[in-house]
DNA sequence: CGACTCGTTGAGACAACTCAATGGGTGTGG
DNA sequence: CCACACCCATTGAGTTGTCTCAACGAGTCG
């Protein structure tokens, strides 16, 4: 409802988690709030990594284009994610593009000036490993699945996962709020367009999805947890 | 040569990058060298992270085992590594088992003593950071390869990270030093063993690698990323 | 009312998987 | 030192799940 939110509303997420109140307010002052409209661009595949964010409210998809030139998803981000940490901390190209899915505020620091404020604040410091440490625990897990689970069980698994990182709870189900298309699921599973749509058409059937345009509501967590299993 | 080697050769991968030498002195003097037999497993998946490995000769193997229980090959590690790195600095059980596949040796820390050192010296923290980001944007790109290369590539991709991972330079190629059978292969790659056997075959008889038991020899390395491209 | 994007469905092809049988190394124990 | 068991690898034949290609349907926007 705030169209400017209270300062405190937004020293939360991965960089503020147990800061002391005068690390958490020299964090936030450092910060300015940028403001996305849906289909704006945080930064670009390739670009030096100059800007760090941390998402407040809406939502980035992070995408990728491999030398062939065709464009791949890799993941949603929502609210108190840290969007290009592995970059800004490693002082690497980012390897994806950012764009938000719908209107999106972030938190948005320049490079140097992270860095800068990590080295004086190792509370801040510790904060980006735990966050990259989960990061690249959830690139594990992701790439184990890709090995020894089947195509459904890749698919319920991606919807899952959407569900924790970019759920939205309706009345009957979890909603996944970012548009999703049957793409994104796509690339997430490494499973094509028209596969992925046989199996979704297959769990409305079964009452596990209700599908609309570039929307998935999840009606059966349990279910699917089952065949991603 | 030297059975028990020198002090100052030890003080070299992942954590030590760019300390200054008091402050790599502190943190040799907090490690033990441990040795461990081929085969020999220094940690065990879902164990608390309690210790944390810098390999120093020899190399690792991460397995994991699936809920199907399964067990698939995640990576090898070897000199300069650092082993449980994600799990020890986020205080999660390990993700995967890690054994020695050759005679190994590694400096050890227990993991209240690097956290501890961490908190102290920054620098240290620095490089835990930079560790675990690298192994961030490897598990990225490993990932990005599962959906968007065919099984070809995927295997010579596989066989070019090997190489640079545990390669050991032989007369008239790239020798993969851990003994990597077809079946770590086909786990990598999320192909069957079968096909792998096959692939590699084919590419034995273009003269690209040389097999024997449990061996690969990298002939064309030049060719295969041509392949992986 | 087009033009566009997103989604569904069907039919056919083919690459990779499964299953089964065989062949060599390696190491161990009598 | 031989014989046996075991592990790693190869190869063939048959099957199938997924991809490709093509056509159509439906919602959305200007």
């Given at each position: 409802?705030?169209?400017?939110?209270?300062?405190?509303?937004?020293?939360?997420g991965a960089?503020?988690?147990?800061?002391?109140?005068?690390?958490?307010?020299?964090?936030?002052?450092?910060?300015?709030?940028?403001?996305?409209?849906?289909?704006?661009?945080l930064?670009?595949?390739?670009?030096?990594?100059?800007?760090?964010f941390q998402v407040?409210?809406g939502s980035v998809r992070l995408?990728?284009?491999?030398?062939?030139?065709?464009?791949?998803?890799l993941r949603f981000m929502g609210a108190g994610d840290l969007v290009g940490c592995?970059?800004?901390?490693?002082?690497?190209?980012?390897?994806a593009?950012a764009t938000a899915t719908?209107?999106t505020?972030a938190?948005?620091?320049?490079?140097?000036?992270?860095?800068?404020?990590?080295?004086?604040?190792?509370?801040?410091?510790?904060?980006?490993?735990?966050?990259?440490?989960?990061r690249?625990?959830?690139?594990?897990?992701?790439?184990?699945?890709?090995?020894?689970?089947?195509?459904?069980?890749?698919?319920?698994?991606?919807?899952?996962?959407l569900?924790?990182q970019v759920?939205?709870?309706?009345?009957?189900?979890?909603?996944?709020?970012s548009?999703?298309?049957?793409?994104?699921?796509?690339?997430?599973?490494?499973?094509?367009?028209?596969?992925?749509?046989?199996?979704?058409?297959?769990?409305?059937?079964?009452?596990?999805?209700?599908?609309?345009?570039?929307?998935?509501?999840?009606?059966?967590?349990?279910?699917?947890?089952?065949?991603?299993?």
């Open positions: 409802m705030d169209q400017v939110p209270r300062r405190a509303s937004l020293a939360h960089l503020f988690t147990n800061l002391d109140e005068g690390t958490a307010e020299i964090l936030l002052d450092a910060a300015t709030l940028r403001q996305f409209a849906a289909g704006a661009t930064f670009h595949q390739g670009d030096a990594p100059s800007q760090l407040s409210s995408t990728r284009v491999n030398p062939e030139g065709e464009q791949t998803t592995v970059a800004v901390f490693r002082r690497f190209p980012f390897p593009t719908e209107p505020a938190l948005c620091w320049s490079a140097v000036q992270i860095l800068d404020l990590m080295r004086r604040h190792p509370a801040i410091s510790a904060n980006a490993l735990d966050t990259v440490g989960d690249a625990r959830e690139m594990v897990d992701r790439l184990a699945e890709m090995t020894d689970k089947g195509t459904e069980a890749r698919v319920a698994s991606v919807l899952l996962r569900v924790g759920g939205r709870n309706g009345p009957k189900g979890v909603e996944i709020a548009p999703a298309t049957r793409k994104d699921v796509s690339e997430m599973t490494g499973v094509s367009y028209f596969t992925v749509s046989r199996i979704l058409g297959g769990w409305q059937r079964q009452g596990l999805v209700r599908l609309g345009r570039a929307r998935i509501v999840v009606l059966d967590p349990g279910r699917l947890a089952q065949i991603a299993a």
